[in-house]
């Protein structure tokens, strides 16, 4: 029932919302099939800590290593779809006039169900680039092209260096422009919805704290506790899949209630 209301709450807060900032991580596609990235892997997998691999050193160390654990993710994610969490998402777009969503996640999940003002702090699971930025930072590298596309890793056309995930590693800077926007949007929003993360890991973990601070409402959806949940004025406990179409159908009423 205490959840009932505080959907209700959280939907009500949605309905009177101008600009919407929305900061996603890996809980909103673990019902779509991808693991959490602290989530225990399986197989040949599960002896590793992803954070261990997440890093420059890692890949210097064991390039092998570290580009067949991103071969295997580009495996998982390339069979699975949107699921109910990120089509509510993608809805609230057709709802609020500003709504910015910034995601941790390399999937491509957000686009696919339909959302189009993304902001992608960490990179893209499917984008590759030359250790070496050989040709610029990034130089990005097409590896469907190369004619060593199934080593691990592929190396630069342009310079034979290791080719790279494009995504950011734990110790690496963030795109300024893509950090700078996600930090306007959280500055300038009315409402702060939070869905899916550990909020450890940051920069992203302050956005939340910059909303708040700027006087957003902000609404957290997670089965778990997590650092952030002390900043969040509605804390939703549980499945992203499952509480956001709620949220999303306590909305439509409080619109229609409203007109
Ligand atoms: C559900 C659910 C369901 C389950 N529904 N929910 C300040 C203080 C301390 C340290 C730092 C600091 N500033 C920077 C740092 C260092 C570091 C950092 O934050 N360290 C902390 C961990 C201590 N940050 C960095 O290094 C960043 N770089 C940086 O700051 O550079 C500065 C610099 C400037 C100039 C020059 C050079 C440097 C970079 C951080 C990059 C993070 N990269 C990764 C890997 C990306 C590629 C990849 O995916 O492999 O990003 S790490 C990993 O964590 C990944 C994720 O995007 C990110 C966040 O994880 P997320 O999404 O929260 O996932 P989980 O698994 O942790 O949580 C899932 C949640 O879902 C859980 O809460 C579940 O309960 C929930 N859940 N089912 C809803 N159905």
């Known amino acids: 029932m205490a959840l009932d209301d505080d959907i209700r709450q959280a939907a009500g807060w949605l309905a009177g919302c101008k600009r919407l900032a929305i900061l996603t991580g890996a809980g909103v596609s673990k019902e779509s099939g991808i693991p959490t990235f602290r989530d225990a ?31 295997y993710r580009r495996q998982i994610a390339r069979d699975v779809q949107p699921n109910a969490g990120h089509r509510a998402l993608a809805a609230l777009e057709q709802r609020i006039p500003t709504v910015t969503l910034i995601t941790q996640n390399i999937d491509d999940l957000h686009e696919l169900a339909g959302s189009k003002n993304v902001i992608r702090l960490h990179g893209r699971l499917t984008a590759n680039k030359c250790l070496n930025h050989c040709q610029g930072e990034p130089t990005p ?13 592929p190396t630069c056309p342009h310079c034979g260096a290791p080719v790279r995930p494009d995504v950011v590693w734990f110790g690496e800077a963030l795109s300024p422009a893509n950090l700078q926007a996600a930090f306007d949007a959280a500055d300038h929003a009315d409402v702060m919805l939070i869905v899916g993360t550990s909020g450890v890991v940051n920069p992203a973990a302050q956005l939340p704290g910059v909303a708040k601070h700027a006087g957003a409402k902000v609404i957290e959806v997670n089965p778990e506790r997590t650092p952030l949940t002390r900043l969040a004025d509605v804390w939703l406990a549980g499945a992203s899949g499952d509480i956001l179409p709620r949220v999303m159908a306590g909305m439509m009423n409080a619109l229609d209630a409203n007109e």
């Open 41 to 71: 892997l399986d197989g040949l997998w599960a002896r590793y800590d992803p954070t261990q691999l997440a890093t420059p050193e890692a890949f210097a160390a064991d390039p092998k290593l570290v580009w067949d654990f991103y071969a």
């Open 141 to 153: 590298i097409d590896i469907a092209t190369l004619p060593n596309k199934d080593a691990s890793p």
